[in-house]
C-alpha cells in the first residue's frame, strides 16, 4: 500500500496568510493526488484534483503542484471560511490512501 | 445537482450485520463508479469498498475484505454496503461517494457504532 506523509498535523494562521501543506508518497504516484477539505460535522469536499486542477467554483487562492512523490497544497491569503481540515489522496494505486490530515486553525 | 442520501447506520453489536443504503440523484448513476470511504471519530479518511458502473466488479481493502459487500441496483439508482462480522474498529461515519478514481461528491454520512 501507498503511504501518504501529510504535515504539519495542525497549522496556526492570520487571516491573510499564505498557508502550505505537504504530502509525501511512499512512492512515486504520478501526480495522482487530490486535495479535500472538511470543516466539523461535515462530509468532505473536493479541491483540487490531478496535483493542480481546481474544481469548479473553487477559489483561485487554492492550489496544488507536485512531481513524483512530494506534493504541496496552498491557500493564499487565508479566510475565515477556510478553517477545516485538509486531506491529500493518492489514487494512482490500489488500495487508495489519504493523508493524516491537517487541521488549520486560526492564530 | 447531485445529491447522495445515506440511511441504515446505527449502534449494532460486534459480529452483528448491518445494511448500508445509498440513494443517488442529479447524474446518470449508471455512467459511474461508486464507493464507500469511512472516517473513525476524531480520525482520518479510510477507502472501503468500490464497485463498477456496471457492479460487475467490486474492490475492497484487506481491512474489510471477506466482511462487507458493495453492491448496486443501477435501477433504483441505490448503491448498498452489506457490512457482517462487525468489529468495535468499523464504528465510524460511512460516506457513499462517486468515483472518478479520486472521490467527487460525498453524501452526508451516517454513523455506525459497533458496541455492546
Known amino acids: 500500500d501507498i503511504q501518504m506523509t501529510q504535515s504539519p498535523p495542525s497549522l496556526s494562521a492570520s487571516l491573510g496568510d499564505k498557508v502550505t501543506i505537504t504530502c509525501q508518497a511512499s512512492q512515486n504516484i504520478n501526480k495522482y493526488i487530490a486535495w479535500y477539505q472538511q470543516k466539523p460535522g461535515k462530509a468532505p469536499g473536493l479541491l483540487i484534483h490531478?496535483?493542480?486542477t481546481l474544481v469548479s467554483g473553487i477559489p483561485s487562492r487554492f492550489s496544488g503542484s507536485g512531481s513524483g512523490r512530494d506534493y504541496s497544497f496552498s491557500i493564499s491569503n487565508v479566510e475565515s471560511e477556510d478553517i477545516a481540515s485538509y486531506y491529500c489522496l493518492q489514487y494512482d494505486n490500489s488500495p487508495r490512501t489519504f493523508g493524516g490530515g491537517t487541521k488549520l486553525e486560526l492564530k | 445537482e447531485v445529491q447522495l442520501v445515506e440511511t441504515g447506520g446505527g449502534l449494532v453489536q460486534p459480529g452483528r450485520s448491518l445494511k448500508l443504503s445509498c440513494v443517488a440523484s442529479?447524474?446518470?448513476?449508471?455512467?459511474?463508479?461508486m464507493s464507500w470511504t469511512r472516517q473513525a471519530p476524531g480520525k482520518g479518511l479510510e477507502w472501503v469498498a468500490s464497485?463498477?458502473?456496471?457492479?460487475?466488479?467490486?474492490y475492497y481493502p484487506d481491512s474489510v475484505k471477506g466482511r462487507f459487500t458493495i453492491s448496486r441496483d443501477n435501477a433504483q439508482n441505490t448503491l448498498y454496503l452489506q457490512m457482517n462480522s462487525l468489529r468495535s474498529e468499523d464504528t465510524a461515519t460511512y460516506y457513499c461517494?462517486?468515483?472518478?478514481?479520486?472521490?467527487?461528491?460525498w453524501g452526508q454520512g451516517v454513523m455506525v457504532t459497533v458496541s455492546s
Open positions: 464497485i463498477t458502473n456496471s457492479g460487475g466488479s467490486t
Open positions: 461517494t462517486r468515483d472518478e478514481s479520486y472521490f467527487d461528491y
Open positions: 490531478y496535483t493542480s
Open positions: 442529479g447524474f446518470t448513476f449508471n455512467n459511474y463508479w
